[in-house]
């Protein structure tokens, strides 16, 4: 395989918001992991925390924390494979909205399930790369990784 110039230029400005969930999700997924046990308490996924505390911001917040390398690892190896090419294909704005859509519907049936269950709890951004993985496909099918 012979590099050319387009494998060797990354311009971050065509990949404002990706860069910014990568980045930010790994600053925080390894804060928490590392430093700061704790707050991932106060960021998963917890239905019974929302209704009961309002806690609205779990919805998404629980997209930013993972349960341990491995599982940041194979999360943020399949968004490296298909996010950039999916912001630069569909804009930043709607990238945004399928990436955090995807991370809140994912969550919505385990809401409505587990809404009196004080101790289920979930964490990580799965559904956000399921939404980034599919929509890439939906955008480009025949394209190779």
Known sequence: MELNESMLSFDISNYPVSIIIFISTIIISIY????????IEKLM????????????????SSGFVHAD???LGFN????FFFAFELE????SLNFF?????????????SFI?????????????SG????????????????TI
């Open 88 to 91: 630069a294909v569909t804009g």
């Open 32 to 39: 928490t992991l590392f430093k700061n046990r704790l707050l």
């Open 113 to 125: 399930k587990y809404k009196n269950s004080y101790s289920y709890a979930s964490l990580g951004a």
């Open 97 to 109: 909205l399928i990436y955090f859509l995807g991370i809140i519907i994912a969550v919505i049936p």
């Open 128 to 143: 956000g790369i399921s939404a980034i993985l599919f929509s890439a496909i939906v955008y480009s099918p025949f394209s």
């Open 45 to 60: 996924f917890r239905p019974y925390d929302i209704i009961e505390h309002k806690q609205y911001y779990r919805f998404i």
């Open 76 to 79: 943020m190896m399949s968004y």
């Open 69 to 71: 390398t491995m599982h």
